[in-house]
């Protein structure tokens, strides 16, 4: 039998793997995102990432650009209050918009699968103060820019 300390490395391995491989969102990888600045939610954090729901570091790891689709009215909810939208909504300065910004729908991002009752909202990401941390049941991976859960064999229409 292996070493207390090999059984330990070899966990933490196959830890890491499992975080990683839920971390990465097969739709939301193949997009090449870009933005002006006038639509860009700040800047990327230290580690590539967004804070802003809604948001993904664009190919240059520099601007936090929208990843929710704000050009359909469909998806947009309105104004947002004192820059602020209800769950599973973000808030997108859209040029001639309202000020302050407005809502759009997370569920419009690319390969975000559909909330219903085989795939619950299940939130993903965990911000303490020293990084993220992404965490999804076994069998769905964490599509970071909605904060949600999605099952691994989802494919979107």
Not at 55 to 81: I, Q, R
């Amino acid at each position: 039998t292996p070493s207390p300390m090999l059984q330990a490395l070899l966990f933490l391995a196959l830890l890491s793997t499992t975080v990683l491989a839920s971390a990465i969102s097969k739709p939301l990888s193949l997009l090449k995102v870009t933005c002006d600045e006038s639509v860009a939610m700040g800047k990327c954090t230290w580690d590539n990432r967004c804070e802003a729901l809604g948001y993904m570091c664009d190919s240059s790891n520099e601007l936090c650009c929208p990843v929710v689709d704000y050009m359909d009215e469909k998806w947009n909810a309105g104004p947002a209050l004192r820059e602020m939208c209800e769950p599973y909504f973000a808030v997108v300065n859209i040029p001639g918009g309202e000020p302050g910004g407005e809502c759009i729908n997370t569920l419009s991002i690319p390969g975000v699968c559909p909330i219903t009752d085989a795939t619950p909202f299940v939130p993903c990401v965990t911000r303490p103060g020293y990084g993220t941390i992404l965490n999804c049941p076994l069998g769905s991976s964490c599509v970071e820019a909605a904060d949600r859960c999605c099952p691994n064999d989802y494919t979107a229409p």
